[in-house]
């Protein structure tokens, strides 16, 4: 079965650090651009990061510059999402996409209809 799985959510405190992890199942992320977005209870879906499919380009949500890291292994089939100074306005949950993309590169973040796959979404909650 194709599939992305989210890990790595949890508990943290503000100012704290988490590592999100991205992996495929039954397929390879090779030729795909992957978002990470972020859905909050009442609020709107907010993309928070994406990296072209030849890894050439990211691009971060406002909220997020200069604290989150998106990063992909290709040898693991996984794209990171490593984020520092972490506040409770972080709080989420944490979705990321995947968007076949061999030939162009994406590097903004797509409508949802437009994402080949979803992972089902991990809890990230900063709180003291």
């Known amino acids: 079965q194709e599939q992305l799985v989210e890990s790595g959510g949890g508990l943290v405190q503000p100012g704290g650090s988490l590592t999100l992890s991205c992996a495929s199942s039954?397929?390879?992320?090779?030729?795909?651009?992957i978002a990470w977005f972020r859905q909050a209870p009442g609020k709107e879906r907010e993309g928070v990061s994406c990296i072209s499919s030849d890894n050439s380009r990211t691009n971060y949500g406002e909220s997020v510059k200069g604290r989150f890291t998106i990063s992909r292994d290709a040898a693991k089939n996984t794209v990171y999402l490593q984020m520092n100074s972490l506040k409770p306005e972080d709080t989420a949950v944490y979705y990321c996409?995947?968007?076949?993309?061999?030939?162009?590169?994406?590097?903004?973040?797509?409508?949802?209809?437009?994402?080949?796959?979803w992972g089902q979404g991990t809890q990230v909650t900063v709180s003291a």
């Open positions: 996409a995947a968007l076949l993309s061999p030939a162009t590169v994406v590097d903004e973040f797509r409508p949802p209809e437009d994402y080949d796959y």
């Open positions: 039954g397929f390879n992320l090779y030729h795909y651009a």
